[in-house]
């Protein structure tokens, strides 16, 4: 192995430094997997998701009460919940008294609570 100055070795080193830095971002930006954002316009067979009225308040408040337009409890869904109001008109969505917006009768939000039963 032959001498090798000191400044040679320094500058040898940063250069290979230089050319892996390089190399890997370049890697990086070539072939790297790119994940698509998620978008709230997918397709969706919800007919009650169309928020465009909402201010970003009641948006807010949708997400924080997490409300999602279909039930994962089997007895526990919008149209049982003691703050739903029915549809009106031709629309299949209904309201909420917590939750604005248009509401699937089969949705649900952790703020549901069971209706008391009817006396009658």
């Not at 869904?77 to 629309?91: A, D, E, Q, V, Y």
Request: hydrophobic residues 25%.
């Amino acid at each position: 192995m032959g001498n090798i100055s000191r400044k040679s070795f320094i500058k040898n080193i940063l250069y290979s430094g230089a050319i892996i830095f390089g190399g890997g971002t370049l890697l990086s930006a070539c072939g790297g997997e790119k994940k698509e954002p998620q978008t709230t316009t997918a397709k969706t067979n919800d007919p009650c998701t169309d928020l465009s009225g909402l201010s970003d308040a009641d948006k807010q408040t949708r997400i924080q009460f997490n409300y999602k337009g279909q039930t994962p409890n089997s007895d526990e869904f919008c149209s049982n919940c003691l703050h739903w109001r029915p549809p009106t008109g031709n629309s299949p969505c209904g309201t909420c008294e917590l939750v604005k917006g248009p509401i699937n009768p089969n949705g649900y939000c952790t703020q549901w609570m069971k209706k008391p039963k009817s006396v009658g």
